[in-house]
């Protein structure tokens, strides 16, 4: 699992730096941007940054559990963070050139994130029968 999250981490950070260069590419004049649509770009392609960070971050520290609703609690967690990427990257694609405007799947992304991380932190818990 160490491995799957660091891959799905390192592909993530390599669509941010690709969604970055799309944004110098195809808006090379940052002035004449309408500064709301301006900040809308800016702020969907850190949140990919944001998620793949988690990714990195699970893909060094990540232990599988030893229980079994735990190990269900962190597979549900990296399901939903696995969604959340998908939301991220599709609304970043969306709402900076389809529709230009706020959408609500990026806010769905950041949600997903939410219950991901909320996931692993519970999976993740170590009880005092656990510790060596």
Not at 15 to 20: E, K, L, N, P, S
Not at 48 to 74: C, D, E, P
């Amino acid at each position: 699992m160490k491995w799957f999250h660091l891959a799905i981490g390192l592909l993530l950070f390599v669509a941010f730096c690709v969604t970055g260069r799309m944004m110098r590419v195809d808006f090379p004049d940052k002035e004449i941007i309408p500064q709301d649509l301006r900040l809308l770009m800016r702020s969907r392609h850190i949140y990919i940054l944001f998620n793949s960070l988690i990714w990195l971050m699970l893909g060094v520290y990540f232990r599988l559990s030893t229980r079994k609703w735990q190990i269900a609690l962190q597979g549900m967690g990296s399901l939903l963070l696995l969604l959340a990427a998908a939301h991220l990257v599709w609304g970043w694609y969306l709402e900076t050139y389809e529709i230009a405007h706020f959408s609500d799947v990026s806010r769905w992304g950041i949600y997903l994130s939410l219950g991901g991380v909320g996931f692993h932190l519970i999976g993740g818990l170590r009880l005092k029968s656990d510790s060596v």
